[in-house]
């Protein structure tokens, strides 16, 4: 406990601070308690107070007030108004991608088709040409082999005639047969014989 009280140190405090109010009194004329204008200023301060606290409350707040509210109800109806477009938005995109997804396989599935027909056409077209040219590889082919016959025959005779001449003239007398048993053995000896 302080060795002077409470009581010695409020008087101390006074003493010390009642030259510091007085000054203080001097200078500044609302802190002069003893002045009759102070109370009068006190009430009509108190009752204008009063007077704007009631227009305030009744009025003014009030009129904030819904203010306020009006503010908040728009606001609520914006943002609702923003989710349904939000969900509509997103209803659309899902619609477009799943219509383009559609699309797509469609298309895919045309290509094919289309690339399938192509084939096939084209496969057709090919084994008709194919059968077409096997049909002149062979009707070549016989022409050939009816050509190599002819003229196997033709040159069997033209060597045969040749060689009874030529023997004929050599000789004086050629034995038809033996030559052309010579001939023979001789085309089939190179692979020319039919």
């Excluded at 203010?67 to 728009?74: F, H």
């Excluded at 084209?122 to 590889?137: F, G, I, P, T, V």
């Amino acid at each position: 406990m302080h060795p002077y009280g409470p009581r010695r140190l409020l008087l101390l405090a006074a003493m010390v601070l009642a030259p510091a109010l007085a000054a203080r009194a001097d200078t500044m004329p609302q802190l002069e308690f003893h002045n009759p204008l102070l109370t009068s200023q006190i009430v009509w301060g108190a009752a204008i107070f009063v007077v704007f606290y009631l227009l305030a409350s009744r009025w003014g707040l009030p009129k904030v007030d819904s203010i306020l509210q009006m503010r908040a109800v728009t606001i609520s109806g914006d943002l609702d108004r923003a989710r349904a477009a939000k969900a509509q938005a997103d209803a659309a995109a899902a619609e477009l991608a799943d219509a383009r997804r559609q699309a797509a396989s469609q298309s895919q599935a045309a290509i094919a088709e289309a690339v399938g027909r192509a084939k096939a056409e084209s496969a057709a077209k090919a084994a008709e040409q194919n059968a077409q040219l096997d049909a002149r590889l062979a009707e070549s082919e016989a022409q050939i082999h009816s050509a190599r016959t002819a003229a196997m025959a033709s040159l069997r005779q033209a060597a045969t005639e040749t060689a009874l001449a030529v023997v004929e003239r050599l000789t004086g007398h050629a034995d038809e047969a033996r030559v052309q048993e010579a001939v023979g053995s001789l085309l089939a000896e190179r692979g020319l014989a039919h």
